[in-house]
């Protein structure tokens, strides 16, 4: 199975910036996309970001476009979310998720494999 763990969370303040990791392990070789999706206390699972494990095709959500950025390292298992000109509306747990299936999906229920989530809090 994949494995994936999140870090770089924490407490910033509007207009600040923070930068997501998203480390795989085990049978990566089976990843086709990585998805970055957060959830607010009381709302769903949204969509923020993906990325195709070659690292050639990205998706964005409307409310980050311009503002965060997904890349994944060169030959590398890592992933990141490059978050600028951060919002309190963008406070909300992070996880990164694994595709294993062709084909890229901004559901949270197309992706195959979570890491834990990682806490971001922006303040007023």
């Known amino acids: 199975q994949v494995q994936l763990v999140e870090s770089g969370g924490g407490l910033v303040q509007t207009g600040g910036s923070l930068r997501l990791s998203c480390a795989a392990s085990?049978?990566?070789?089976?990843?086709?996309?990585i998805g970055w999706f957060r959830q607010a206390p009381g709302k769903e699972r949204e969509f923020v970001a993906t990325?195709?494990?070659?690292?050639?095709?990205?998706s964005y959500t409307d409310s980050v476009k311009g503002r965060f950025t997904i890349s994944k390292e060169n030959r590398g298992n890592t992933v990141y979310l490059q978050m600028n000109s951060l919002k309190p509306e963008d406070t909300a747990v992070y996880y990164c998720?694994?595709?294993?299936?062709?084909?890229?999906?901004?559901?949270?229920?197309?992706?195959?494999?979570w890491g834990q989530g990682t806490q971001v809090t922006v303040s007023s």
């Open positions: 085990g049978p990566t070789f089976n990843i086709y996309t």
């Open positions: 990325i195709t494990w070659s690292g050639g095709s990205t």
């Open positions: 998720a694994a595709r294993v299936r062709v084909g890229v999906r901004t559901s949270p229920v197309e992706y195959d494999f």
